[in-house]
């Protein structure tokens, strides 16, 4: 079964290499950092969102094993030319739309002015696949969904709002009947990530999480879930994007695998869909001939 991860960053040592190594060094160093924890809990291929020089790095070491998302700014002059040429780079397969403010889990002022709009109708009509991070406001794609038929969207991270990086909140799934009420939207997919994040017992392999879950699997489909880990924000503290909870609480890259490739909640032939087969499909991404 071939596993691919849907979402992960940039990862960097936790003591910086300096300014010293310069540039090139950096992002070999950071490039294999990724590749290794790949190796080491089973991951074929991975979708990198990061700066488009960190996607190259990558791409360009392993084209096999990596594809790229990136967030345009959406106020560019050449917003149109970046979007329409954008796919013909190899391994840059889609874009993403900051809908949501991580930070604080409030929707972006842009969206009420309009100021989105461009993107949306740009990637449309080039087909670039978007990923919407709407950190709890998957609602209000709903007028996107249906305005832009063709354009393929995905709303990240279960379409809820996950601490971290966002403020906790009492019922981590207050937020699900938002996400539920896209799945009539064919065009619309969800990334299947953060799982960890949403347990109350927080405990492997998440069990208490299913009940939620399933309701997802049984709205959207199999077809239309691609799981991503996000593993690096698996150890932050809350509300911060950067500072590391001590080793001991982390939730690991392979708790983030195993909770769903170990599980007897799902048949195999959803886990094959979920770990590749529909992320594969969805972003037009070819399986590399076998060596």
């Not at 070491?61 to 106020?75: A, E, I, L, S, T």
């Not at 991580?102 to 449309?124: C, H, Q, S």
């Not at 799945?183 to 017992?201: I, Q």
Request: net charge negative; charged share 25%.
């Amino acid at each position: 079964m071939e596993i691919i991860d849907a979402q992960i960053h940039e990862p960097k040592p936790p003591i910086p290499l300096g300014a010293n190594y310069g540039k090139d060094v950096e992002l070999l160093v950071n490039t294999e950092i990724a590749r290794e924890a790949m190796d080491s809990v089973g991951v074929d291929a991975a979708l990198v969102f990061a700066r488009q020089e960190y996607i190259d790095s990558c791409v360009g070491r392993y084209p096999n094993r990596f594809g790229g998302v990136v967030v345009f700014d959406h106020m560019a002059s050449d917003l149109e030319e970046q979007i329409a040429n954008y796919r013909k780079k190899p391994g840059n397969l889609a874009g993403r739309n900051l809908v949501g403010n991580a930070a604080t889990a409030e929707l972006r002022p842009e969206f009420g002015e309009g100021k989105f709009d461009r993107y949306w109708e740009y990637a449309a009509k080039y087909d670039l696949p978007l990923f919407f991070s709407t950190h709890g406001w998957s609602h209000v794609m709903e007028p996107v969904a249906q305005k832009y038929p063709n354009l393929t969207m995905i709303i990240d991270h279960l379409g809820v709002s996950q601490s971290p990086v966002s403020p906790p909140r009492e019922d981590k799934w207050d937020r699900l009947p938002g996400i539920l009420g896209l799945a009539k939207y064919p065009n619309v997919h969800v990334k299947f990530s953060g799982v960890p994040l949403m347990s109350e017992s927080g405990k492997f392999p998440y069990e208490d999480t299913w009940p939620f879950l399933h309701k997802i699997v049984e709205a959207f489909t199999p077809d239309r879930l691609l799981w991503g880990t996000d593993f690096t924000r698996m150890r932050w503290i809350p509300q911060t994007s950067s500072e590391l909870r001590p080793f001991k609480e982390w939730k690991y890259y392979s708790d983030c695998v195993n909770y769903l490739r170990d599980t007897n909640e799902l048949s195999e032939s959803d886990k094959e869909k979920l770990f590749g087969k529909t992320v594969r499909r969805v972003l037009r991404w070819p399986k590399p001939a076998a060596p």
